[in-house]
Structure formats: structure tokens, C-alpha cells
């Protein structure tokens, strides 16, 4: 089945710095890769998503880049703010069905 | 547009007691999916339901653990029997169709004593 590896565990950045999470994939087949924010005690809030067909996505601060061949991902947060502070998790998936989670990211945001 | 709705939002249980998790999915939304979360670590799928099917169960433990998905009504996690291992918390996420992204409910945390 599909495994997914996330690294780094956890990432400390200064206020304004960029913050890069990567992210790898098993399963060739997967061929849709969510990213989540996840602030103590809430929910998962999806912040950007991209599809297998698709090489780079933006939003505003966050940018997430998708290399299918090498199978990998990574999300991009530029201008990092204290409130971008969270717990950060990727995802695959094929076909939009079950998501396939990998470990997080603590990434805390300095002032 | 409320969003994902799960209840209840804390719920504590003693070893062999049973718990009954309930997920209200998104106004819209037939396809519904249930994750574990153990703290101070990622999401694991248990199981993926539409109305009145389940669709891929994989996840789920094969024993103590089951999942419905009525016509009328919530979806529900039921786990019987409860361990001290089956403390978590439990997420419910929700999609209009199975082509589109998940939306995330507040989880249950499931505590036993």
C-alpha cells in the first residue's frame, strides 16, 4: 500500500523567513496530494492541494511543487508569520479516496 | 454552511465499555471518512463510507470496531469492548463525491479510564 515520509519532524524559522516541508510517495497510482494545517486541540484545515496532472499550485503565501517522476512533493509558505505556527501534514491519495497521511511537521514561527 | 459536525467532542469510557461516535457530514455531502489520531502523531484511515455502503474498511480493526452510514441520520463509529489502546483522537472528514478534497470535523477525543 501506499507509505508516505515527511520530513523534517519539526522546523524553527524567524518571522518573514520561507519554510519548505517535503514530502515522498510510494504508490505511483496516487495521484492527489492535500496539505493540512493543524493548529493543538483542532481540526485539519486543508490549505492547498494538487493534482497529479499538475507540476506547481499557488495561494497567496503558499506554493506547493509536485515531481512525479522522482514521486515526491513539497509545500511552501513564504513571508512566514507567528500564526502560520502548527503542526503541517501531507497526504496522497488515489482517486480522491482514502487519504494516506504522513507523519507532520512542527513548524514554529518566531517573532 | 455548517460545516463537518461531531459529537460528542469529549467522551470517556472505562475498559469494556463501548463507545458510539457520531459524524454529521457537511450539508451536501454523501461520502463520508473516519481517521485515528494518536497524540503527537499523523492521521490513519479506518474506514470509508456513502449512504448506506461501505466502500473500503481496510483500516478499521476487524474486531471491536464497526461503522455505519444509514439513509437517514449521522454516520456512526461504534467500538465495542473499549482498551486502554483504543484512546485517540477520532476524525470524521466529509466530500460531496468521491473526487473531491476532505473537509475535517473537530473529532472526538476519546479517553479510557
Known amino acids: 500500500g501506499e507509505n508516505v515520509e515527511q520530513h523534517p519532524s519539526t522546523l524553527s524559522v524567524q518571522e518573514g523567513d520561507s519554510a519548505v516541508i517535503k514530502c515522498t510517495y510510494s504508490d505511483s497510482a496516487s495521484n492527489y496530494f492535500p496539505w493540512y494545517k493543524q493548529e493543538l486541540g483542532k481540526r485539519p484545515q486543508l490549505i492547498i492541494d494538487i493534482r497529479s496532472n499538475v507540476g506547481e499550485k499557488k495561494d497567496q503565501r503558499i506554493a506547493v511543487t509536485l515531481n512525479k517522476t522522482a514521486k515526491h512533493f513539497s509545500l511552501h509558505i513564504t513571508e512566514t508569520q507567528p500564526e502560520d505556527s502548527a503542526v503541517y501534514f501531507c497526504?496522497?491519495?488515489?482517486?480522491?479516496?482514502?487519504?494516506?497521511f504522513g507523519t507532520g511537521t512542527r513548524l514554529l514561527v518566531s517573532p | 454552511n455548517a460545516g463537518v459536525m461531531q459529537n460528542p467532542r469529549h467522551l470517556v469510557r472505562r475498559r469494556g465499555q463501548e463507545a458510539r461516535l457520531r459524524c454529521s457530514p457537511m450539508k451536501g455531502h454523501s461520502h463520508v471518512y473516519w481517521y485515528r489520531q494518536l497524540p503527537e502523531e499523523g492521521l490513519k484511515f479506518m474506514v470509508y463510507l456513502q449512504k448506506e455502503n461501505i466502500i473500503d474498511e481496510s483500516g478499521m480493526p476487524k474486531e471491536r470496531f464497526s461503522a455505519e452510514f444509514p439513509k437517514e441520520g449521522p454516520s456512526i463509529l461504534r467500538i465495542q469492548q473499549v482498551v486502554r489502546g483504543d484512546s485517540a483522537a477520532y476524525f470524521c472528514a466529509s466530500s460531496p463525491r468521491d473526487i473531491s478534497p476532505q473537509h475535517f470535523g473537530d473529532g472526538t477525543r476519546l479517553s479510557i479510564l
Open positions: 497526504a496522497a491519495s488515489t482517486g480522491f479516496q482514502k487519504l494516506v
